[in-house]
Nanobody, 121 residues
């Protein structure tokens, strides 16, 4: 199973970006999907999460500016980021809880490789 993230880049303050992440490989289903970020000098933090049924939750800094969504047919999750600020600069990671059969049905966490977002003032 692999998670492939894309969509990072360099933008100016106030601009927008869309991050995408899709799961590939052999698995039964994808449940919770999340975006995390690691900004310079800080620990990795949760940005937003979304359940398989589409219920979303956000970190306080993301409320009102970021929107998480998913396409279950594509096993993909998206993060639309609006009104970006220099403090949003960092590496963004997608994470998914994926159910697989390996003897028994089990759920494991998988991480994407990270995509860099740079916001200049």
């Amino acid at each position: 199973v692999q998670l492939q993230a894309s969509g990072g880049g360099s933008v100016q303050t106030g601009e927008s970006l869309r991050l995408s992440c899709s799961a590939s490989g052999t698995f039964v289903s994808v449940s919770q999907m999340r975006w995390y970020r690691q900004v310079p000098g800080k620990q990795r933090e949760l940005v937003a999460g979304i359940t398989g049924g589409g219920v979303a939750n956000y970190a306080q800094f993301a409320e009102g500016r970021f929107t998480i969504s998913r396409d279950n047919d594509k096993n993909a999750v998206y993060l639309d980021m609006y009104n970006l600020r220099p403090e949003d600069t960092g590496v963004y990671y997608c994470q998914a809880d994926i159910w697989q059969v390996s003897g028994l049905l089990k759920r494991d966490e998988y991480w994407g490789q990270g995509t860099l977002v740079t916001v200049s003032s």
